[in-house]
């Protein structure tokens, strides 16, 4: 059972209270909530809110109660003992307050101390999860929108594996469709020895693309060639299903520099993977009667969106739609996977809506969206230069993604050797820091936001050493590594012997974030919302600076030992916070 988190433990404390409280009313469930610094007056680190609610359903019932604070002092009075709790009040019109013992949260800080943060990583009621993500299409650019898939959906797969879920990380690439008949037979054309094919001669794949758009636009017999070679790629010609793959295994290479650069794996599924499934799917679909003609084409009507979903195109042809229906029936029945999350931009939207209304009324998801199986979409905003319009450098249209990373890492290079006490640092060391400072600096700039808004992309403001950035967030991590390691103490020795007090307001407050990591992730993986952590995070290391260390001197003093046990507690959640978000923590600056 989860008791990992301190929410659940008092939702279960506030359960057993209510059903006390109001015998009679068997489905209440516990709201209880942490109390935020940021709302003004505290009067507690957590509150429940049931009084008000529960009042409105017994007011008119015989149960001798006289308005909600009354409901609130019952709902504290019912509460049972627990050593979690320090003491508890009633405000207002009922809202009850508590407040934590801080020798419980210093319990709970040392245990994780000894047993490791893992034991604090929240269960979620499902085993496995699908995370579609990146998903970049062969042969054409690999955006910036792309880059926000890969770090959201990456860090959301990060964020579930920790918690317990299977992930099957998959890259839906785009590599089936009509584009690779014209590719195809432009491949033919420039290299009718098909041994002369490979990267270094077909060059850039986004040119290669270009200019046999340019042909099949202009050359009526082209296009006819490239129409043709789409059927008999599908026919399975072993001529035309060689080039396919050569055309797919160079766009691999490329989006796979990428990869490597930002540590993320993935596992390609592309749309060509399902393709041999469609047809039984729609019979499935057309057998449940969800399946009409119109306008020659067939396809599915949902609830709430005057046009249909497109199954099958008026040639004939799949499409999208035909291969998302049949990826999601695959992933649910064949992989058995309970969640099932995609992560595009926003502009996709309506296709997935209509996409789950069709699964929906065919009987695979449920209409309650709060139960498994569901699917969900995850929606981003854009990406946008300083001129306020979508990103893009000066001389090309598109940014190449893998220069946009080279010039993260040069940036941060030079700020990383502008650092006095990079002087003497081997070149491997000053390396390994700019990447990881550069890379997390990109990543952060983007998780930090509410994915659904637009963002400004601006190198300056991510590599800032101050405010709200990855850099800042990973010197101050550095920062406290190095005060443990200049008290010459041996930290696990420490963990061992010493024991953590939280007196000192500054002390207590550092230690309460700390316990709340866990439901921060839930939180996090409930909403598919990275920002969440993000924000946790910064927050961490906002009150370590200035409630706890302006204030609590760790070396030399007499609470030497709780303190250092604190600044180490404070490192482990970051690193966990910076894996979390894909970001390779600094130890020296
Ligand atoms: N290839 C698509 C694009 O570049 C994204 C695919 C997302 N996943 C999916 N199952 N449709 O826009």
């Given at each position: 059972?989860n008791?990992?988190?301190?929410?659940?433990?008092l939702?279960?404390?506030?359960?057993?209270?209510?059903?006390?409280?109001?015998?009679?009313?068997?489905?209440?469930?516990?709201?209880?909530?942490?109390?935020?610094e940021?709302?003004?007056?505290?009067?507690?680190?957590?509150?429940?809110?049931?009084?008000?609610?529960?009042?409105?359903?017994?007011?008119?019932?015989?149960?001798?109660?006289?308005?909600?604070?009354?409901?609130?002092?019952?709902?504290?009075?019912?509460?049972?003992?627990?050593?979690?709790?320090?003491?508890?009040?009633?405000?207002?019109?009922?809202?009850?307050?508590?407040?934590?013992?801080?020798?419980?949260i210093?319990?709970?800080?040392?245990?994780?101390?000894?047993?490791?943060?893992?034991?604090?990583?929240?269960?979620?009621?499902?085993?496995?999860?699908?995370?579609?993500?990146?998903?970049?299409?062969?042969?054409?650019?690999?955006?910036v929108?792309?880059?926000?898939?890969?770090?959201?959906?990456?860090?959301l797969?990060r964020?579930?594996?920790?918690?317990?879920?299977?992930?099957?990380?998959?890259?839906?690439?785009?590599?089936?469709?009509?584009?690779?008949?014209?590719?195809?037979?432009?491949?033919?054309?420039?290299?009718?020895?098909?041994?002369?094919?490979?990267?270094?001669?077909?060059?850039?794949?986004?040119?290669?693309?270009?200019?046999?758009?340019?042909?099949?636009?202009?050359?009526?017999?082209?296009?006819?060639?490239?129409?043709?070679?789409?059927?008999?790629?599908?026919?399975?010609?072993?001529?035309?299903?060689?080039?396919?793959?050569?055309?797919?295994?160079?766009?691999?290479?490329?989006?796979?520099?990428?990869?490597?650069?930002?540590?993320?794996?993935?596992?390609?599924?592309?749309?060509?993977?399902?393709?041999?499934?469609?047809?039984?799917?729609?019979?499935?679909?057309?057998?449940?009667?969800?399946?009409?003609?119109?306008?020659?084409?067939?396809?599915?009507?949902?609830?709430?969106?005057?046009?249909?979903?497109?199954?099958?195109?008026?040639?004939?042809?799949?499409?999208?739609?035909?291969?998302?229906?049949?990826?999601?029936?695959?992933?649910?029945n064949?992989?058995?996977?309970?969640?099932?999350?995609?992560?595009t931009?926003?502009?996709?939207?309506?296709?997935?809506?209509?996409?789950?209304?069709?699964?929906?009324?065919?009987?695979?998801l449920?209409?309650?969206?709060s139960?498994?199986?569901?699917?969900?979409?995850v929606?981003?905003?854009?990406?946008?230069g300083?001129?306020?319009?979508?990103?893009?450098?000066?001389?090309?249209?598109?940014?190449?993604?893998?220069?946009?990373?080279?010039?993260?890492k040069?940036?941060?290079?030079?700020a990383?050797?502008?650092?006095d006490?990079?002087?003497?640092?081997?070149?491997?060391?000053?390396?390994?820091?700019?990447?990881?400072?550069?890379?997390?600096?990109?990543?952060?700039?983007?998780?930090?936001?509410?994915?659904?808004?637009?963002?400004?992309?601006?190198?300056?403001q991510?590599?800032?050493?101050?405010?709200?950035?990855?850099?800042?967030?990973?010197?101050?991590h550095?920062?406290?590594?190095?005060?443990i390691?200049?008290?010459?103490?041996?930290?696990?020795?420490?963990?061992?012997?010493?024991?953590?007090?939280?007196?000192?307001?500054?002390?207590?407050?550092?230690?309460?974030?700390?316990?709340?990591f866990?439901e921060?992730?839930?939180?996090?993986?409930?909403?598919?919302?990275?920002?969440?952590?993000?924000?946790?995070?910064?927050?961490?290391?906002?009150?370590?600076?200035?409630?706890?260390?302006?204030?609590?001197?760790?070396?030399?003093?007499?609470?030497?030992?709780?303190?250092?046990?604190?600044?180490?507690?404070t490192?482990?959640?970051?690193?966990?916070?910076?894996?979390?978000?894909?970001?390779?923590?600094?130890y020296?600056?």
């Amino acid at each position: 059972d989860n008791v990992s988190s301190v929410k659940r433990q008092l939702t279960q404390l506030f359960e057993i209270s209510l059903r006390e409280t109001v015998p009679g009313e068997s489905d209440v469930v516990p709201l209880v909530d942490s109390c935020s610094e940021k709302s003004g007056v505290k009067h507690g680190d957590y509150q429940c809110n049931n009084a008000m609610v529960l009042w409105a359903k017994i007011k008119g019932k015989q149960t001798g109660f006289r308005g909600p604070p009354a409901v609130g002092q019952a709902i504290m009075k019912n509460l049972p003992p627990s050593e979690i709790i320090e003491s508890c009040s009633v405000a207002g019109p009922g809202f009850v307050n508590v407040v934590l013992s801080k020798n419980w949260i210093a319990q709970s800080l040392h245990r994780m101390l000894i047993d490791g943060i893992d034991t604090w990583a929240p269960r979620l009621p499902l085993k496995r999860a699908v995370v579609d993500f990146s998903s970049p299409n062969i042969a054409k650019e690999m955006h910036v929108g792309h880059l926000r898939s890969t770090i959201i959906g990456d860090t959301l797969a990060r964020m579930l594996e920790f918690s317990h879920v299977e992930v099957l990380r998959r890259n839906h690439v785009g590599d089936w469709g009509t584009q690779f008949g014209m590719l195809i037979e432009f491949l033919f054309e420039k290299f009718p020895n098909p041994e002369e094919v490979n990267e270094s001669a077909i060059g850039d794949l986004q040119a290669f693309y270009k200019a046999s758009k340019v042909r099949f636009d202009s050359d009526s017999e082209f296009k006819q060639r490239a129409q043709q070679a789409v059927v008999r790629l599908q026919g399975g010609e072993i001529r035309y299903r060689k080039a396919w793959k050569q055309i797919c295994e160079i766009s691999r290479t490329e989006f796979h520099r990428v990869y490597e650069r930002l540590g993320v794996q993935l596992e390609e599924k592309g749309e060509s993977f399902y393709n041999p499934f469609i047809p039984s799917v729609l019979e499935e679909l057309g057998n449940k009667g969800l399946i009409e003609e119109s306008e020659g084409a067939r396809v599915i009507f949902v609830d709430g969106v005057k046009i249909p979903l497109i199954v099958v195109k008026s040639d004939g042809g799949y499409n999208y739609a035909s291969t998302d229906l049949t990826a999601l029936w695959y992933r649910l029945n064949e992989e058995k996977a309970e969640w099932i999350i995609y992560v595009t931009d926003v502009g996709q939207q309506q296709h997935f809506d209509m996409v789950f209304k069709a699964a929906k009324r065919a009987g695979w998801l449920l209409a309650d969206d709060s139960l498994y199986p569901k699917a969900t979409h995850v929606g981003f905003g854009l990406v946008l230069g300083e001129d306020g319009k979508r990103f893009r450098t000066r001389n090309t249209e598109v940014v190449r993604l893998v220069d946009l990373l080279d010039e993260a890492k040069s940036r941060s290079k030079t700020a990383v050797l502008e650092r006095d006490a990079a002087k003497d640092w081997p070149e491997e060391e000053v390396d390994k820091t700019s990447e990881a400072v550069g890379y997390g600096a990109v990543k952060y700039a983007d998780l930090k936001n509410n994915r659904l808004s637009n963002y400004t992309f601006n190198f300056d403001q991510m590599l800032n050493d101050k405010g709200n950035t990855a850099v800042y967030l990973l010197y101050a991590h550095a920062r406290i590594c190095s005060i443990i390691r200049k008290s010459g103490k041996d930290i696990e020795q420490v963990k061992k012997t010493g024991k953590i007090v939280l007196d000192h307001d500054g002390e207590r407050a550092l230690g309460l974030h700390l316990v709340q990591f866990s439901e921060v992730v839930e939180q996090a993986c409930t909403n598919l919302l990275p920002s969440t952590l993000c924000e946790y995070l910064y927050d961490l290391s906002d009150i370590f600076t200035k409630k706890f260390y302006s204030n609590c001197q760790v070396i030399g003093s007499p609470e030497e030992t709780s303190r250092l046990l604190l600044c180490e507690a404070t490192a482990i959640v970051m690193r966990k916070c910076f894996y979390l978000l894909g970001i390779e923590p600094v130890y020296k600056i």
